[in-house]
């Protein structure tokens, strides 16, 4: 087997995200990358079917100019195991972290302009795009403030 250190994504085969129905029917692991960056890894027993309906399409389709690498596994019984051994090496961004599709509050928000490149800078520093950079942002200054506030209630406890 290739050890992992020998594969580089950005060289293997590859479509862009929206030709995915060009890609090959045949049993793979697959990257799907913004740049050099592996946003995604997963695995199929036929690439085309698996990319006709993914289920984070709509998110990755947020990133822009992403494209799907793939290579190609003869032995199926060994997608698992190349999976979790490909995910644990390149640490992709997106795997393991919800769709957020599910329950959607759909809000606009309007920032002073002067913020955008902060906000840009954040999304680069965070490989994700200024829309999610925005939403974690967001999440974790209201968690940090519900904790401040759980803390706060406490002490005026005691």
Request: contains cysteine; aromatic residues 6%; hydrophobic residues 45%.
């Given at each position: 087997?290739?050890?992992?250190t020998?594969?580089?994504?950005?060289?293997?085969?590859?479509?862009?995200?929206?030709?995915?129905?060009?890609?090959?029917?045949?049993?793979?692991?697959?990257?799907?990358?913004?740049?050099?960056?592996?946003?995604?890894?997963?695995?199929?027993?036929?690439?085309?079917?698996?990319w006709?309906?993914?289920?984070?399409?709509?998110q990755?389709?947020?990133?822009?100019a992403?494209?799907?690498?793939?290579m190609?596994?003869?032995?199926?019984?060994?997608?698992?195991?190349?999976?979790?051994?490909?995910?644990?090496?390149?640490?992709?961004?997106?795997?393991?972290?919800?769709?957020?599709?599910?329950?959607?509050?759909q809000?606009t928000?309007?920032?002073p302009?002067?913020?955008?490149?902060?906000?840009?800078e954040v999304?680069?520093?965070?490989?994700?795009?200024?829309?999610?950079?925005?939403?974690?942002?967001?999440?974790?200054?209201?968690?940090?403030?519900?904790?401040?506030?759980?803390?706060?209630?406490?002490?005026?406890e005691?």
């Amino acid at each position: 087997m290739t050890p992992l250190t020998a594969i580089a994504p950005a060289a293997l085969p590859s479509l862009p995200l929206a030709e995915r129905a060009a890609l090959p029917n045949t049993p793979a692991i697959y990257f799907v990358l913004a740049g050099d960056t592996v946003l995604y890894v997963g695995k199929a027993t036929n690439l085309r079917q698996r990319w006709l309906a993914h289920h984070r399409l709509k998110q990755l389709n947020e990133y822009g100019a992403c494209r799907i690498a793939w290579m190609m596994v003869d032995d199926t019984s060994l997608l698992d195991e190349l999976e979790r051994a490909c995910i644990a090496h390149f640490q992709p961004v997106l795997n393991g972290t919800e769709i957020g599709d599910n329950e959607v509050w759909q809000a606009t928000l309007r920032l002073p302009r002067d913020l955008e490149p902060a906000v840009k800078e954040v999304a680069r520093q965070r490989l994700v795009p200024p829309t999610i950079a925005l939403r974690q942002f967001i999440k974790e200054r209201l968690d940090q403030i519900a904790a401040d506030a759980r803390r706060l209630e406490r002490e005026g406890e005691r």
